[in-house]
């Protein structure tokens, strides 16, 4: 079975600093899709960044950029100028290649403080 | 573009009643998943639905169970509710429900059971 990990319940940081969340993951599969979910206080979760578990090259969108070790089963976010509306939970999930069952990790909560 | 709507968003029900929880997809979009988000947790795998059938589905009792319709619509039903039934229910869509399209979520249906 799959398991996500996400060992910092809290964190916060300085408005316009950098922050990395962790996430690590279980899996004996070599094929799959990693994600980070945010989710504001509005409960709708938005997708943050995407990688996939075949490509080398980390993904990156715009402030936000994960660092991918596929050995360590390590995927940490990393958001760079940090904005007050960064504040929300934040979630690793992961999904095999071939199914659609998307496990989520318990979330790690954000506050920028200005 | 109307995003993925849920209805209700808040409902209150009693312990052993029913609940139905439904969830229209976005424009063009043939698969629609269930995910139950307990307080202070990630969301859990309940349902997926594509093209009116079951895909997968998650570690639930037989007690909950759902359906798509014609119009790509779904319903989660949940009979004989518990208290530990009390969750944010999470209903996303997505174009092909491969697990390389990305998955757009609603705001939720915040169910409490007394």
């Known amino acids: 079975a799959q398991t996500v990990t996400q060992s910092q319940p809290e964190m916060s940081v300085q408005e316009a600093e950098t922050v990395t969340l962790s996430c690590t993951y279980d899996?004996?599969?070599?094929?799959?899709?990693l994600f980070w979910y945010k989710q504001p206080p509005s409960r709708q979760m938005i997708l943050v960044i995407r990688q996939e578990a075949y490509k080398q090259q980390n993904a990156t969108e715009n402030r936000f950029s994960v660092n991918f070790q596929k050995a360590a089963k390590s995927f940490s976010l990393k958001i760079s100028d940090s904005q007050l509306g960064d504040t929300a939970m934040y979630f690793c999930a992961f999904m095999k290649f071939d199914n659609n069952d998307m496990r989520f990790g318990a979330g790690t909560r954000l506050t920028v403080k200005p | 573009d109307a995003g993925v709507t849920q209805s209700p968003t808040h409902l209150i029900k009693t312990r052993g009643q029913h609940v139905t929880l439904r969830c229209s997809p976005i424009s063009g979009h043939k698969s629609v998943s269930w995910y139950q988000q307990v307080l202070g947790q990630g969301p859990q795998f309940i349902f997926q639905?594509?093209?009116?059938?079951?895909?997968g589905r998650g570690n639930f009792p037989d007690r909950f169970s759902a359906r798509q319709f014609p119009n790509y619509s779904s319903e989660l039903n949940v009979n004989a509710l518990l208290l530990g039934d009390s969750a944010l229910y999470l209903c996303?869509?997505?174009?092909?429900?491969?697990?390389?399209?990305?998955?757009?979520f609603g705001q939720g249906t915040r169910l409490t059971v007394v």
């Open positions: 996303a869509s997505s174009s092909t429900g491969n697990s390389n399209t990305e998955a757009f």
């Open positions: 899996t004996s599969e070599n094929n799959y899709y």
């Open positions: 639905y594509y093209e009116k059938e079951e895909r």
